[in-house]
């Protein structure tokens, strides 16, 4: 199953917000995630930068995410603690694997 990870960026100030929004995360978010094949998926926080994993059934599938009424909503509703694309999707940056230990 491939594995991805990638980085966020928090504004400052809004790390207890992130946090509090996570742990309110909608029932209907949490579905559409699992309907994009996501799974195993983990954020964890270093200062104001997000690290990301990982697991879905299809990488190619995740671009969609984009247009998904319910993951549009958790994004407006997170623009205000996150840097964000003029697009209004959250800045993202990829991460190579470099090691892996199963």
Not at 66 to 91: C, I, S
């Amino acid at each position: 199953m491939p594995r991805m990870a990638f980085v966020m960026e928090l504004k400052p100030g809004q790390e207890a917000v992130y946090k509090q929004k996570h742990d309110e995360i909608w029932p209907e978010m949490l579905e559409t995630l699992r309907g994009f094949g996501i799974r195993n998926y983990s954020i964890y926080r270093y200062g104001l930068t997000l690290f990301a994993t990982l697991e879905c059934d299809d990488p190619a599938r995740l671009a969609a995410q984009a247009q998904h009424p319910v993951v549009r909503r958790w994004w407006e509703m997170m623009q205000p603690y996150m840097v964000y694309n003029p697009d209004g999707t959250p800045w993202t940056a990829p991460m190579d694997e470099m090691f892996h230990l199963d």
